[in-house]
Nanobody, 125 residues
């Protein structure tokens, strides 16, 4: 059974950086589109960035220029490099896999069918 395990969250000051990692079990990771979502208290879970099986990427407007999504299929891992973090980036960050999409990436949580447990990112001002 495929599982996703996030790591790399923590507490950082505004302007700092974090790199989140999401490791997947199983041998078909390379065929999945992957995404990072976030959810702050009282808010809906929303897409941060996504990467297709062919490495095309999509970013939410707030992530453009600050965040970078990448993947290493040899390590079954997807990353989210976050720079110039702001207090409003504070949230639980979730890794997700879309195991059925063959082209591009989804935009909504309902497009992704496998989720990690989440990792907390807290940005202090």
């Amino acid at each position: 059974q495929v599982q996703l395990v996030e790591s790399g969250g923590g507490l950082v000051q505004a302007g700092g950086s974090l790199r989140l990692s999401c490791a997947a079990s199983g041998r078909t990771f390379g065929s999945y589109a992957m995404g990072w979502f976030r959810q702050a208290p009282g808010k809906e879970r929303g897409l941060v960035a996504a990467i297709s099986r062919r490495d095309s990427t999509y970013y939410a407007d707030f992530a453009k220029g600050r965040f970078t999504i990448s993947r290493d299929n040899a390590k079954n891992t997807v990353y989210l490099q976050m720079n110039n973090l702001k207090p409003e980036d504070t949230a639980v960050y979730y890794c997700a896999a879309d195991r059925t999409r063959t082209y591009g990436t989804g935009r909504y949580a309902s497009d992704f069918d496998l989720w990690g447990q989440g990792t907390q990112v807290t940005v202090s001002s």
